[in-house]
């Protein structure tokens, strides 16, 4: 078969697709954390984030397959993550979306340097994507913020969060 993408294209992809499942993991060992806390509004709207992440790892994955790519899956981390504070695991969240759109961007510049248009297409889902997962990391910094540690605000925003449901990307 004809090859469409280049190698460096199809590293780049088959690392996003670890990079992916992996996130997914990170968030829902963020649920565990709220879990553990009580909070299960918190717990389920990072659940639900932690769907979304699959999502996106297919759609990496699919796009592989649907251009005769080969795919190699890596080993996927233990996030391992500690947290100081509700605040500190909601500023992780935000800090690890801001190393995703980077390292989507990095795929995006290679994309454009080697004119691959078709990649520069699909792309273009996750950039919009990427600038929606990073303003919701921050109003949810910013509405935590806004309770000022205070246990009836906190308990409030648990129960906004508890209303988040799974749309399939
Ligand atoms: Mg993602």
């Known amino acids: 078969d004809k090859i469409m993408l280049s190698d460096t294209i199809n590293n780049l992809i088959n690392q996003q697709i670890t990079k992916e499942f992996f996130s997914a993991y990170m968030y829902l ?8 806390k009580g909070l299960t509004g918190f717990s389920s709207w990072f659940k639900i984030q932690a769907h979304e992440e699959l999502d996106h790892g297919m759609k990496f994955y699919q796009y592989l397959h649907d251009n005769n790519e080969k795919i190699i899956l890596e080993k996927i981390a233990a996030p391992n993550q500690h947290f100081d504070s ?6 992780e969240s935000l800090k690890h979306e801001e190393y995703v759109t980077s390292s989507i961007n990095k795929i995006y510049e290679e994309a454009t340097n080697e004119k691959d248009y078709r990649t520069l297409e699909f792309l273009n889902w996750f950039i919009k994507e990427q600038a929606e997962e990073e303003k919701s990391a921050q109003e949810l910094i910013t509405k935590m913020e806004l309770t000022d540690h205070n246990n009836r605000g906190i308990y409030l925003l648990d129960r906004e969060l508890s209303k988040r449901t799974y749309k399939p990307a």
């Open 86 to 91: 509700l605040g500190d695991a909601l500023k």
């Open 29 to 36: 060992d963020i649920a565990n954390y709220f879990e553990d």
